[in-house]
């Protein structure tokens, strides 16, 4: 499938949480999630917190990675991609 027949298509990726994260996830380590193709983190986000909304408790102090490299809530998504949510090392 070429890139213009891709537009509009959803994209697949692993949704992988850390530490606090993966408590406030309910003890999930891992998702998949379907978004549209051209999604940002951000928009990943949104749907993961509207799953797991507990998670709202570490937004301000997390960070992301993407396909093991930080990136900024602004960063494009793409099938296969792996998104991590990072919670701070400390608990506080």
């Not at 509009?8 to 990726?13: F, Q």
């Not at 940002?40 to 396909?67: G, W, Y």
Request: proline fraction near 5%; charged fraction near 30%; charge should be negative.
């Amino acid at each position: 499938m070429d890139e213009e027949n891709k537009k509009g298509a959803d994209v697949e990726i692993k949704v992988l949480f850390f530490a606090r994260a993966r408590d406030l996830a309910g003890g999930v380590s891992e998702m998949m999630l379907q978004v549209p193709s051209g999604s940002t983190a951000q928009d990943c986000l949104s749907k993961i917190f509207t799953k797991h909304p507990r998670l709202e408790e570490i937004r301000e102090c997390m960070v992301l990675a993407l396909n093991l490299e930080y990136a900024p809530e602004s960063a494009v998504v793409n099938d296969k991609d792996e998104l991590a949510i990072i919670p701070p090392i400390s608990g506080g």
